[in-house]
C-alpha cells in the first residue's frame, strides 16, 4: 500500500505538473486569441454542462472506488444506470437551450449548449473506466489520459482560435478533449459492457452513491454559484475576466490538492477501518499542502500584476484585483480536498452532504452580496465562504478520525513559518526593488529564484516542521549522500 501510495502520488503529480505547464501555455494563447466575451459565453455553456452532468452520472463511478468489495452484477449496473441517465440530461439540455440562453441574455448559448449536450453521452460511457482506473491504482494510466486529452483541447483549440472559430473554438476544443478522455479510458482499462441491471447491486452502491450525488450537487452550486451570479448581473465580460482568473489562481490547487485528493481516496477507501493509519494520511496530507500551498498563495498575491501583464496582456488587467483575493484561498482549497477524501472515504457521505450544502449557500450568498462592489466583492465574498467551508471540513474530519486539533495546527506551522520568511524578504524585494528594473520579465524571473531559494531553504534547514517526520528522514539521506560523495572526492585528492 505505501509502495502504490508513493508511486500513485509520484505519477499523479509528474502528471499534473505537465498538464499545468500546458495549461498556462493555452491560457496564454486563447487569451490572446479570443476576448473576455467569448470565455464568458463558453463558461456559461460549461456552467449548466458541468452542473447537470452530476444529476446524469449518480455518483456511481465513486461508489466503485469506495466498496471494498466490487463485482460483474455492481459494474454493469453502474454501466446502464450511467447510460440510461446521460440519453435522459441530453435531451434535457438540447430542449431546454433556448430558455437557458434567454436567462443569461447570451443569444449564442442555445447553440453552443445544443452542442454540448453530447457531452453526457460521452461521460455516460466513460464514467466506469476511469473509475476502475483509480479503484485499481493504475494512476500511470490515469495521467496519460490526462495530460493526452488535455494536449487534444490546447491543439484543437488554439488552431480553431487562428483560423477566427471564436467562443466555438472553446466549445470544440472541450468535446475533442472529452472524446479523447473517453477512448483513452475505454482503451486502457476495458471491462465487459453489459447493459443489465441487478437490483441488490444498484442497492448496495446506491447508498454511497446518493449521498455522493447530493454533495457533489452542492459541490457544484459552490464551485459555479459564482460564475452563476457574475454571469447573471455583470454579463459576458465580467464573466470572462473571472473565469480566467479563477482558472489561473485554481492552477496550483490542481498541482497538489487534486493529486492528494485523487491518490488518497482510493487508498483511504481500503484502509477506511483504521483509524490510525487514516490520521496518519490526512495529518501528513495537510502538512505537505500547506507547506507548498501557503508560500504559493503569497507569491501569486505579491507578483500578482507582472503575472497578469506577462500571461495575457494590458487587455485583462481588470482581473489583478480578484486575481489576488482569489489568490488567498489556495492553501483552504487544497487542504479542503483532503478532508473531502477522507469523509469520501469513511463512507460520511451525508455528512459531507451537508457540510456541501452549507458551503454552497455560502457562496451563492456571499457572492451575491459581493457582485454589488464588482468582480473584487465577488471574490471577498467566494474567499470568505472557502475559509469557513475549511473550518466546517476540519471539524468533520475530527469527527470522524478522532484527531486533535493540537496535530492539525501543527502540520499547518511549517507553511505558516516558509510564508512569514517569504514576507520579510519577497515583499520589499518585490515592491521596491524590482521596479527599479522596469522589465516585466526580469521582475517575474528574480522573484521566482528568490521565492524557490527561500522555500527549499526553509524546508532544508527546518524539514521535520515543513515535510514532518518521514520527508525529514529523505531529506537527512539527501544530505548524507552529499556528504559521502564529498569525502570521497576529498579522498581521493
Not at 468489495?69 to 441530453?90: E, G, N
Not at 443569461?104 to 449548449?113: A, D, V
Not at 475530527?398 to 515583499?427: D, P
Request: hydrophobic fraction near 55%; include cysteine; charged fraction near 10%.
Amino acid at each position: 500500500m505505501r509502495k502504490q501510495l508513493v508511486s500513485g502520488f509520484f505519477w499523479m503529480l509528474t502528471g499534473s505538473g505537465v498538464q499545468s505547464v500546458m495549461q498556462f501555455i493555452v491560457l496564454i494563447v486563447l487569451s490572446r486569441l479570443l476576448d473576455p466575451e467569448a470565455f464568458g459565453i463558453a463558461s456559461a455553456a460549461l456552467i449548466v454542462i458541468t452542473f447537470t452532468v452530476v444529476f446524469s452520472t449518480l455518483g456511481f463511478g465513486p461508489s466503485l472506488i469506495q466498496k471494498k468489495y466490487i463485482h460483474q452484477k455492481h459494474i454493469s449496473t453502474a454501466f446502464t444506470t450511467a447510460i440510461i441517465f446521460a440519453i435522459i440530461f441530453s435531451i434535457i439540455i438540447f430542449a431546454s437551450s433556448s430558455i437557458v440562453s434567454v436567462f443569461f441574455q447570451m443569444p449564442e448559448l442555445s447553440t453552443i449548449l445544443k452542442v454540448m449536450s453530447v457531452v453526457f453521452i460521452i461521460e455516460g460511457l466513460t464514467k466506469v473506466s476511469e473509475s476502475l482506473i483509480q479503484r485499481n491504482f493504475l494512476f500511470n494510466l490515469l495521467v496519460r489520459i490526462q495530460v493526452v486529452s488535455y494536449l487534444i483541447y490546447g491543439i484543437a483549440g488554439t488552431i480553431l482560435a487562428i483560423y477566427g472559430a471564436g467562443v466555438w473554438s472553446l466549445v470544440f476544443a472541450q468535446i475533442a478533449q472529452k472524446l479523447t478522455k473517453s477512448f483513452l479510458s475505454l482503451y486502457l482499462q476495458p471491462y465487459k459492457f453489459r447493459l443489465s441491471f441487478d437490483l441488490n447491486a444498484f442497492k448496495e452502491l446506491f447508498y454511497f452513491s446518493g449521498g455522493y450525488s447530493i454533495a457533489k450537487i452542492s459541490s457544484e452550486f459552490s464551485n459555479q454559484g459564482d460564475n452563476f451570479i457574475i454571469g447573471k448581473f455583470l454579463g459576458a465580460d465580467a464573466l470572462g475576466l473571472y473565469s480566467r482568473a479563477f482558472q489561473l489562481m485554481v492552477a496550483p490547487v490542481n498541482l497538489m490538492g487534486k493529486v492528494l485528493e485523487k491518490v488518497l481516496f482510493p487508498v483511504m477507501s481500503q484502509i477506511q477501518d483504521n483509524n490510525k493509519k487514516l490520521n496518519y494520511l490526512f495529518v501528513e496530507g495537510i502538512r505537505i499542502a500547506s507547506t507548498t500551498m501557503l508560500p504559493i498563495s503569497i507569491f501569486l498575491l505579491i507578483n500578482a500584476e507582472n503575472i497578469i501583464l506577462l500571461l495575457f496582456g494590458e487587455k485583462w488587467l481588470d482581473l489583478i484585483v480578484p486575481f489576488q483575493i482569489l489568490a488567498i484561498s489556495l492553501p483552504f482549497r487544497s487542504n479542503n480536498k483532503l478532508s473531502d477524501s477522507l469523509s469520501k472515504s469513511k463512507g460520511a457521505v451525508y455528512y459531507r452532504a451537508l457540510v456541501k450544502w452549507t458551503y454552497a449557500f455560502l457562496v451563492i450568498v456571499m457572492s451575491f452580496i459581493g457582485h454589488f462592489y464588482g468582480l473584487a466583492g465577488t471574490a471577498i465574498g467566494v474567499t470568505l465562504a472557502n475559509i469557513l467551508n475549511y473550518v466546517l471540513m476540519t471539524l468533520l474530519a475530527v469527527k470522524l478520525t478522532r484527531v486533535s486539533y493540537k496535530r492539525i495546527i501543527q502540520c499547518h506551522l511549517g507553511g505558516f513559518f516558509i510564508t512569514i520568511i517569504l514576507l520579510i524578504v519577497l515583499f520589499p524585494f518585490v515592491y521596491y526593488i524590482n521596479p527599479l528594473i522596469n522589465n516585466v520579465v526580469v521582475e517575474l524571473i528574480l522573484s521566482i529564484i528568490c521565492f524557490i531559494t527561500i522555500s527549499f531553504s526553509c524546508i532544508v534547514l527546518a524539514s521535520n516542521l515543513t515535510l514532518g517526520p518521514e520527508g525529514a528522514m529523505l531529506i537527512q539521506k539527501f544530505k548524507d549522500g552529499i556528504k559521502h560523495k564529498l569525502n570521497l572526492k576529498n579522498k581521493y585528492i
